[in-house]
Nanobody, 114 residues
Framework: QVRLVESGGGLVQTGGSLRLSCVVSGSIFRAYTMGWYRQAAQKPRELVASISSGGSPNYTGSVRGRFTISRDNAKNTVYLQMNSLKPEDTAVYYC????????WGQGTQVTVSS
């Protein structure tokens, strides 16, 4: 059974940085495109970044230039480096496989204070 375990969230001030990690167990991780999603209070979950099995990234417009997605196939881990954080980035962040989602993990809370 595949498990997704996110970590690295926290409370930061506007302009600060965080690095999120997601460990994927029990699967052929290297074959998957993986993504980072976020869900703010009373809003739908949105995909903010994805990375193909070959390492090609894609970003939604609101985070492009500030967030960087990467992966380490040897560690079954996908990362999200978040810089220049804004209050509107406040959300619970999740990783998953776009298009064919696995069971969702617990997520990690990111709170950006103004």
């Amino acid at each position: 059974q595949v498990r997704l375990v996110e970590s690295g969230g926290g409370l930061v001030q506007t302009g600060g940085s965080l690095r999120l990690s997601c460990v994927v167990s029990g699967s052929i991780f290297r074959a998957y495109t993986m993504g980072w999603y976020r869900q703010a209070a009373q809003k739908p979950r949105e995909l903010v970044a994805s990375i193909s099995s070959g390492g090609s990234p894609n970003y939604t417009g609101s985070v492009r230039g500030r967030f960087t997605i990467s992966r380490d196939n040897a560690k079954n881990t996908v990362y999200l480096q978040m810089n220049s954080l804004k209050p509107e980035d406040t959300a619970v962040y999740y990783c998953n496989r776009p298009g064919s989602p696995l069971s969702w993990g617990q997520g990690t809370q990111v709170t950006v204070s103004s």
